[in-house]
């Protein structure tokens, strides 16, 4: 079963427009990650933050945890047309090896 | 640094056949993982192993065998294919445990079993 399940599942915008991506999880969790997947190529890691953590930042992306509601959210200010892609966040569960994954919010920015 | 590396691309399977997928990765990380993803799904975990000799199970394991007999390499194996294995696999590694470490991924392998 998906731990994390991301909000919306798609998402089109113009570039320079400002991208939320959210995620919920279902279990309690020592941290979460945002991953980036091109279309056919495989992930890329994007950041992790950490359970005790509420925000965190690189470049433009801003990633925020609430572990009250069970959820995190990324943004993407001043979007590229590079940014298409899927983005999908995971959280690990057990030992922490047993990671798991959400379906993804599709993002599209058109140029 | 070639990062990590998976054999086949691409790959037709008829029901019944078996075939070994290959994972390599060159920067002497202790964990590698095997993922699937299907239309419109995330990844799910088939397998992983936290150093060489060793696997464990994840979420979706069924139908599927693995070994790490080298550090570098981890294995995939399919003994009987069936079309609910169509999908693409990916394969990870990380130098510590999953949950607190960066994962690489590979490029993914396109498995279509008929």
């Known amino acids: 079963s998906q731990q994390g399940e991301e909000d919306p599942q798609a998402l089109s915008i113009q570039e320079g427009e400002n991208a939320t991506m959210n995620c919920s999880y279902k279990?309690?969790?020592?941290?979460l990650q945002w991953y980036r997947q091109n279309s056919g190529r495989g992930l890329v890691h994007l950041i992790l933050i950490r359970s005790n953590e509420r925000e965190k930042h690189s470049g433009r992306l801003r990633v925020t945890l609430d572990t009250s509601k069970k959820s995190s959210s990324l943004l993407i200010t001043a979007s590229r047309a590079a940014d298409t892609a899927s983005y999908f966040c995971a959280t690990a569960r057990g030992n922490n090896n047993d990671m798991r994954f959400g379906a993804g919010t599709r993002l599209t920015v058109k140029p | 640094n070639a990062g990590v590396t998976q054999t086949p691309k691409f790959r037709v399977l008829k029901t019944g056949q078996s075939m070994t997928l290959l994972c390599a990765q060159d920067?002497?990380?202790?964990?590698m993982y095997w993922y699937r993803q299907d239309p419109g799904m995330g990844l799910r975990l088939i397998h992983y192993s936290v150093g060489e000799g060793t696997t464990a199970k994840g979420e979706v394991p069924d139908g599927y065998n693995v070994s790490r007999l080298k550090k570098q390499n981890f294995l995939l194996g399919l003994e009987s294919a069936a079309p609910s294995q169509t999908s693409v696999y990916f394969c990870?590694?990380?130098?510590?445990?999953?949950?607190?470490?960066?994962?690489?991924f590979g490029p993914g392998t396109r498995l279509l079993v008929l």
């Open positions: 920067m002497n990380h202790e964990y």
């Open positions: 990870a590694s990380s130098y510590g445990t999953g949950a607190w470490e960066t994962q690489y």
């Open positions: 279990t309690s969790i020592n941290n």
